[in-house]
C-alpha cells in the first residue's frame, strides 16, 4: 500500500480541520442560540428610539460593546435581528455607564407592533422589575433587590415559555410569573431616560420550536 504523500496529509488535516470547525460552530449554535457581536457594524437591527452605537469599552468580551446615549427620550428601545419568537431565552451583559434620573438596563422580548414586555436593573433603584409596554408602560410585577452598582458589569436573563415569563439578575432568580397578553415577537434591548449604557454578549436562544 503506498503511504500517503505529504501534500495529501496536509489536504486531509486541512479537510478535517474545516469539519470540525463547522460542527464546533453547530454545537456552539444549539448550545448557545445566536450570540451578536458587537465587534463589527450591526446590521439588520432596528433602532425604535434612542442613539445606539457600538463603542470601545473597558471590559468587554472583545473590547467592544453597544452603547446607548440619547438622554431625552423616555424610553429607549433597539430590536435585534431574527425572529419573531414565540419561546425564547435571551441573556446579556450590561454596564450601566451613567445616568441621574435613571441607570437602567433591559431585555425586550415578544416585540410586535411597538408592544412589548420588558425585564430591567436600575443602578439607581432596588429593584428588579417586569413591564409591559402598549402605549406606555406598566408594572407587572417585580422584587427588591440590591441596585447593580454603576460602572460595573452585569448579567441580565429571561425566558418566556407559554405565559410563564422568568427574570435573572447575577444568576439570580427573582421574577418567576404568568402573563399571557403578549405571546410572540422580537427581541432587543432597552434603556430609560437619561441612562448611558453598554451591552455585552448578547445571546437569543429559541426554547423548543421557538
Do not use: C
Not at 122 to 151: C, H, M, S, W
Amino acid at each position: 500500500m503506498t503511504a500517503p504523500s505529504r501534500r495529501q496529509l496536509i489536504t486531509a488535516a486541512a479537510a478535517l480541520g474545516a469539519s470540525l470547525a463547522i460542527e464546533e460552530r453547530r454545537s456552539l449554535a444549539a448550545g448557545s442560540g445566536v450570540q451578536f457581536d458587537f465587534t463589527h457594524p450591526f446590521t439588520g437591527w432596528e433602532t425604535v428610539t434612542g442613539k445606539w452605537g457600538i463603542e470601545d469599552v473597558p471590559g468587554a468580551s472583545q473590547g467592544k460593546a453597544l452603547v446607548q446615549r440619547a438622554t431625552n427620550n423616555s424610553f429607549n428601545v433597539i430590536v435585534a435581528p431574527g425572529g419573531p419568537y414565540t419561546d425564547v431565552e435571551v441573556s446579556v451583559r450590561f454596564k450601566p455607564v451613567s445616568g441621574s434620573e435613571d441607570a437602567s438596563a433591559g431585555i425586550v422580548f415578544r416585540f410586535s407592533e411597538g408592544r412589548y414586555y420588558v425585564v430591567r436593573a436600575n443602578a439607581l433603584e432596588d429593584n428588579f422589575n417586569l413591564y409591559y409596554y402598549d402605549q406606555g408602560r406598566r408594572q407587572i410585577t417585580g422584587a427588591r433587590v440590591k441596585a447593580p452598582a454603576l460602572g460595573q458589569w452585569h448579567k441580565l436573563r429571561i425566558t418566556a415559555e407559554g405565559d410563564r415569563i422568568k427574570g435573572w439578575l447575577n444568576d439570580q432568580l427573582l421574577i418567576d410569573h404568568h402573563d399571557g397578553r403578549f405571546t410572540s415577537g422580537r427581541v432587543g434591548l432597552w434603556t430609560k431616560a437619561d441612562s448611558i449604557t453598554a451591552f455585552d454578549d448578547l445571546v437569543v436562544s429559541p426554547m423548543g420550536g421557538g
